[in-house]
């Protein structure tokens, strides 16, 4: 395999809704979609490093930096016989994993597309069909997190995850769980919490909640284990796993009973598979996380979803939940009992729409030897 170009598209979509973690509000999405040609053959994937240093220290602009002065100039001069070896072969280039993945999972589509098999296909993957949940964000009422939770529970949503942050969690989550007292709920707190803050997650212990996702600091593992000891509910890791070994570590270390897998935030889909595979031997499930991506970044997600251990329903949910325009079709959709049906075309399996990603593009490069 030979890497012969990386055509990079900057684009800013507007969201319908404002999303809202304990970080930050956002009303649009700027990132970069990449055109991976290998052997002739081009692949279509999405960087999930957003316009600032909020979820991760990546950047749309440190992601452009990476991709065109060190990434793009190395992969460019080897020889692959997978795209299992793209991120091995840059470990000289450290941290950038968001930079990284969008170029293994440019490789990996067009290594598929080459294939004529689906992207599911050839990462081994089984299911035809994968379970879906949503994560909604911090809203500007409990009214409106209510009526917000019914419309997506009356949708077919397999679970509802919601955005905590100090001063709009316990009591919002009570408040939830009285109205839908059977709901598959979770929460995330991205990185919100502290070890002061053991008592709030004690008693959040008695609302049934499948798992608080990455409640302590996002560089942390040590102090996540120390909370588990203090709670039943189980907590479920997505920032500080970065690497097979980082979840080999959280594993290890007892931080973490389920696994967020984010393929951007690990390196790529050869990471992610091997990391759902540990956990596997590990009884620990995992889900796919999401990155409020466009169709083609979804769409890697949904294909990254049918693998094995990808047992609980992820944030992989509706194109029509996030952007005034997609640029995909069909869009991704979820049927009626919260599933997604796996496209069986080569690759990611559905049909890029140029016209519209030109419509919404900041800038243009292409890279080359
Ligand atoms: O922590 O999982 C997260 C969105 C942006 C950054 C981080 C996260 C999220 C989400 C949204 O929870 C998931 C989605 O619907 O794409
Ligand atoms: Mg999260």
């Not at 917000?148 to 009570?174: F, N, Q, T």
């Not at 909640?209 to 593992?221: A, G, K, R």
Request: proline letters at 4%; one cysteine or more; charged letters at 25%.
């Amino acid at each position: 395999m030979r890497i012969e170009s990386i055509g990079i598209h900057e684009v800013k979509l507007d969201l319908k809704h404002f999303f809202e973690t304990s970080f930050a509000r956002v009303t649009y999405e700027h990132f970069l979609l990449l055109e991976v040609t290998v052997d002739g053959v081009t692949g279509w994937s999405e960087c999930v490093a957003g316009e600032s240093p909020a979820y991760s220290s990546e950047t749309v602009k440190t992601a452009l930096h990476a991709i065109e002065d060190f990434i793009a100039p190395h992969v460019f001069g080897c020889a692959y016989d997978h795209p299992d070896d793209i991120l091995p072969s840059l470990h000289h280039v450290r941290g950038h994993n968001m930079a990284k993945a969008a170029v293994e999972m440019g490789a990996w589509e067009s290594y598929a597309r080459g294939r004529g098999e689906s992207l599911s296909k050839a990462l081994g993957g089984t299911r035809t069909e994968i379970a879906s949940g949503v994560s909604i964000g911090i809203q500007d009422s409990v009214g409106q997190l209510l009526e917000k939770i019914e419309e997506e529970l009356s949708a077919g949503y397999r679970r509802i995850k919601m955005k905590i942050k100090p001063g709009w969690d316990l009591d919002v989550v009570r408040q939830v769980r009285e109205r839908f007292p059977d709901a598959l709920l979770m929460v995330d707190a991205n990185s919100a919490y502290s070890l002061a803050d053991i008592e709030l997650f004690q008693k959040m212990d008695e609302l049934d909640l499948m798992m608080i996702e990455q409640p302590l600091h996002y560089q942390d593992m040590w102090d996540h284990a120390k909370l588990q000891k203090e709670i039943r509910t189980p907590i479920c890791l997505d920032e500080s796993i970065h690497s097979l070994d980082d979840a080999r570590r959280a594993i290890e270390m007892k931080a973490t009973q389920i696994i967020n897998i984010k393929a951007g935030r690990v390196g790529g889909l050869s990471s992610a598979r091997d990391i759902q595979k540990l956990a596997a031997e590990h009884d620990i499930p995992v889900w796919c996380g999401g990155m409020l991506e466009s169709g083609i970044g979804r769409a890697h997600n949904v294909h990254l979803s049918t693998l094995s251990n990808f047992t609980l329903p992820g944030d992989v949910s509706d194109s029509k939940r996030y952007f005034v325009e997609e640029i995909i079709e069909p869009p991704v959709e979820v049927r009626s009992d919260g599933t997604i049906e796996v496209p069986t075309g080569p690759g990611i399996g559905y049909d890029i729409q140029k016209d519209r990603i030109e419509k919404h593009r900041i800038s243009h490069r292409i890279l080359t030897p």
